[in-house]
């Protein structure tokens, strides 16, 4: 079965970075979108950026103002999701989802994704 373990959350002080790392196993990595997602204490989960099955489109949500890279390495069945000037605002579950349809586009829906990692925290001190 599809399995998705993300790593590299963490604590981290206000304009500082991080690097996400999400690890998939189960299906052929290469043929299906990638997204992140996340959710903060009392919010509902929210789309972060998503990236197609060649890496060569993404897209994000307009909130991040440029902040934040999603990319991958389909040799290594790895998407990454590159945070940079955070903000306590940023402070979240994260989440890596697959998308649902092989070699399909690129969507900020949630229910476009078939299967979702088990979180990795990110907690931005002021």
């Known amino acids: 079965q599809v399995q998705l373990v993300e790593s590299g959350g963490g604590l981290v002080q206000a304009g500082g970075s991080l690097r996400l790392s999400c690890a998939a196993s189960g299906r052929t990595f290469a043929r299906y979108p990638m997204a992140w997602f996340r959710q903060a204490p009392g919010k509902e989960r929210e789309f972060v950026a998503a990236?197609?099955?060649?890496?060569?489109?993404?897209t994000y949500a307009n909130s991040l103002n440029g902040r934040f890279t999603i990319s991958r390495d389909n040799a290594k069945n790895t998407v990454y999701l590159q945070m940079n000037v955070l903000k306590p605002e940023d402070t979240a579950v994260y989440y890596c989802?697959?998308?649902?349809?092989?070699?399909?586009?690129?969507?900020?829906?949630?229910?476009?994704?078939?299967?979702w990692g088990q979180g990795t925290q990110v907690t931005v001190s002021s």
């Open positions: 990236i197609n099955w060649t890496g060569g489109k993404t």
């Open positions: 989802a697959q998308g649902s349809t092989a070699y399909g586009i690129i969507q900020t829906a949630s229910t476009s994704y078939a299967y």
